[in-house]
């Protein structure tokens, strides 16, 4: 029988071979970031624990870091200048790479990461973060943990895990012009519900998949938590070769050249065999935005809150809880609704290209009265590249703020946060009750949907703004 790209990794990692409870996997490389990272560290460091293996851990400060322009180490959060000294403390004293207030690199984990090369094919990397499945989209085997699994790790650069079921999901067609690989993911969950992927790893494949660029691919794995997977995963192709090249922790040389023909080798066999096979066409993807408290509460742009017999996955109490949170009434149309504020960043939606697009929507237009608009770029490199484009000026021009790089408010841990009962279109990945702040109602959808609704102080329809 063939074998997954899951299992060719998973098994060439176990130590001492598989086990039908747990396997021990060696790890290959942990991701850090200020609100977890510093607290493994210092439970290490307090029990004279070293790290085994510290050229292989990466740490950053991203998630309660202010993004205002001129920041420090001070922060909004009462608590968070203390995660961030607590984390550079602790990475000093551990011999491990960090990328402080101050670097260059410095960018929100899951992005940073894949701009320097630190995920590769074929790798196990792990994160106390629930979206490094983002990570998979370069063919590495990536999760989220905990705390206590990070110190573990740190420690012993193994880690025993239980072995996720196989899931594929075939994605046939090819996403129409204005529509997203953001519009694609959400449209899954809409198909198969937030807890459609629980207990698996999942593949996605087919020809939908072939044509997305890294950082869409990137996108679309970020969302695998949002799905309850363990994770997700997409087999290296020659555009995954193509990103990699030349970026800083990529092997050179003759190592390359090994590298690049044992990735491309890394597929599922034509064989292997799923646990659970599920397909879905993108050709008939529109731009999607979510209208409750889950991101499987999602219709199509010029669709409407659905009546209660077209709830679909979503349960009937939770679909009412949502409608009194967000306050909203059957069949009232998304594109209706008028809106607050309108974020764009996130480690889901905030990388080059997608601010690319949202300039494209944005340009020699302004923003509505009365919509607080703000972009963050996923890192320090995005941000001097946007900057280098000009592309900081369109949004500035356009009345959006421009940030530095962090998670900002994908989730207000940061203590900056949008007000009770503000309607936000958000780029990000969780629309919970007060994600965004406390009573805050957040609508997800692409970055391209955000620009556009910011124009037009409303939900809107980004094809139609389309240059």
Known sequence: MGRTIFDKIWDGHAIGGPSDDADLLLID???????????????LSARDIPVSAPDHVFAVMDHIVDTFPGR?????????????ETTR??????GIRLFDLDSPDQGIVHVMSPELGIVLPGTTLICPDSHTCSQGALGALAWGIGSTEAEHALATS??????????????????????????????????????????????????????????????????????????????????????????????????????VEDW????????????????????GVAPMVTWGTTPQQVVAIDGAVPAADDAGQTGAESRERALRYMGLEPGTPLESLAIDAAF??????????????????????KVAPGVKAICVPGSSTVKRRA??????????????????????????????SFGPQD???????????SRQGPGTRTHLASPETVAASALAGHIADPRKLAA
């Open 423 to 433: 309607r936000v279109v958000s780029s990000t990945n969780r629309n919970f009750e």
């Open 29 to 43: 490389r942990i991701l850090l970031h200020e609100r977890t990272g510093g607290v493994a560290l210092k439970s």
């Open 158 to 259: 193994t880690l025993k895990v239980q072995r996720p079921r196989r899931m594929r999901i075939t994605i046939s067609g090819r996403l129409g012009p204005g529509v997203t690989a953001k519009d694609l993911a959400l449209a899954l969950l809409g198909r198969f519900g937030v807890g459609g992927g629980a207990g698996h790893i999942v593949e996605y494949a087919g020809s939908a998949v072939e044509a997305l660029d890294i950082e869409q691919r990137l996108t679309l794995c970020n969302m695998a938590t949002e799905f309850a997977a363990f994770s997700a995963i997409i087999a290296p192709d020659t555009a995954t070769i193509d990103y990699l090249k030349g970026r800083r922790f990529v092997p050179a040389g003759g190592d390359w050249n090994r590298a």
């Open 344 to 365: 764009i960043g996130s480690c889901t939606n905030s990388r080059i290209g997608d601010l690319r697009r949202a300039a494209e929507i944005l340009d020699g237009r």
């Open 387 to 416: 900057e280098e484009e000009g592309l900081h000026r369109i949004f500035q021009r356009a009345g959006f703020e421009w940030r530095e790089s962090g998670c900002s408010m994908c989730f207000f841990a940061g203590g900056e």
């Open 89 to 94: 403390a602790g990475a000093q004293a551990a």
């Open 264 to 283: 491309l080798a890394l597929s599922s066999d034509p064989d292997a065999e799923f646990d659970t096979e599920l397909s879905f066409d993108a050709s």
């Open 72 to 84: 420090t180490s001070k922060t909004l959060m009462p608590t968070g200048t203390e995660f961030i």
